[in-house]
């Protein structure tokens, strides 16, 4: 069964610390992207991935920053972390030539920063 | 750039009624429709999905219908179950240029037994 895992269910952090958030997929898909899912707003996404060390900002990158050393891994970093960061993050995955197509979701990860 | 507008935020049905929820689309080159439920603590998980080159797709118990002319397109569920309880979130997307899913606000889908 293809699978999307997201390091961690929930997060608390602190506002200015450095947070990583981790999503890894064994579906050898190689597009990789991050949303983020607020009451009312629906999915907004933040980074996206269509190969390894490639990224292209979606339609909120400010304050967050991706890293894709490895095909399977695509991480979301929140360079200084702020309360309005406070979220459900949820990372997804697609095979190649279908960007948007058949997205497969991870059960997300639900960060506050206090 | 696209906005999807989605109606109703939340709905309540009893169970075997049908259910119906409704998304508006803005930019009439958006030519890829998906629906996604959202279960309790789950990540969004594709249902079904329809292009702009069909009107209708059924699935079983689960249709979409689009309109091209008024763009909006709407998800129909029939006979409705208490595991439809979830959130369900439609979508829309230029295929033949970009990635851009732009998805709509969700609708919260609650089946009373």
């Known amino acids: 069964d293809v699978k999307v895992t997201q390091s961690s269910r929930y997060l608390v952090k602190r506002t200015g610390e450095k947070v990583f958030l981790e999503c890894v997929q064994d579906m050898d898909h190689e597009n990789m992207f991050w949303y983020r899912q607020d009451p009312g707003l629906g999915l907004r996404l933040i980074y996206f991935s269509y190969d390894v060390k490639m990224k292209e900002k979606g339609d909120i990158p400010e304050g967050y920053s991706v890293s894709r050393e490895k095909k399977e891994r695509f991480s979301l970093i929140l360079e200084s972390a702020s309360t309005n960061q406070t979220s459900m993050y949820l990372c997804?995955?697609?095979?190649?030539?279908?960007?948007?197509?058949?997205?497969?979701f991870g059960s997300g990860t639900q960060l506050s920063v206090l | 750039g696209e906005n999807v507008e989605q109606h109703p935020s939340t709905l309540s049905v009893q169970e075997g009624d049908s259910a119906v929820i409704k998304c508006t689309y803005s930019d009439s080159a958006s030519n890829y429709f998906p629906w996604y439920k959202q279960e309790l603590g789950k990540g969004p998980q594709l249902i079904i999905d329809?292009?702009?080159?069909?009107g209708e797709k059924k699935d079983q118990r689960i249709a979409v219908t689009l309109n091209k002319t008024a763009k909006h397109f709407s998800l129909h569920i029939t006979e409705t179950q208490p595991e439809d309880s979830a959130v369900y979130f439609c979508?829309?997307?230029?295929?033949?240029?970009?990635?851009?899913?732009?998805f709509g606000s969700g609708t919260r889908l609650l089946v009373r037994p």
């Open positions: 979508a829309a997307a230029r295929m033949d240029s970009s990635y851009k899913l732009i």
């Open positions: 329809i292009r702009s080159n069909v």
């Open positions: 997804a995955s697609s095979i190649k030539g279908a960007l948007g197509e058949k997205l497969f």
